[in-house]
């Protein structure tokens, strides 16, 4: 498997909650994780943003992502994805009970590779504005 078709089977077992079970055959054992925004601020390894995924989709059940962008950066060993991230919160374990309210959340993964299997991941996306949406700020 091409290091595009690993980061794509990837993103799209973390994004539909397969956690780090589903995940992990496409990673390094220590990969790493960061994310500037505070809700995963002290997520620092990709099997526990993995499992950070898969827990969301409790109190977002019907989340969901349509894709808007994959490439691969051959030179670099990076794959980049950019989705928006969709739901409505109907499910307990939230930290607000179920609001009803939906979220349209922009994101983008960079995957770099190392041997074949993610090393390293980094999301950037804006937290604050998707508790907002969901109503839990």
Known sequence: MSDFETAKAFFDACETGKGWAGCAQYCAPD???????????????LADYCDWMKGLLTPVPDGRYVLKSF??????GTAVAAATFHGTQTGEGGPV??????V????????????????????????VQAVRQLGWA
């Open 31 to 45: 990969a790493g994780f960061s994310c500037q925004a505070d809700a995963l601020a002290q997520t620092v390894t």
């Open 71 to 76: 490439a691969m950066d051959e030179e670099r």
């Open 97 to 102: 009970p179920p609001t009803g309210k939906e």
């Open 104 to 127: 349209a959340s922009d994101y983008t993964y960079v995957m770099q590779f190392d041997g074949g299997k993610i090393s390293h991941m980094t999301k950037i996306w804006n937290d």
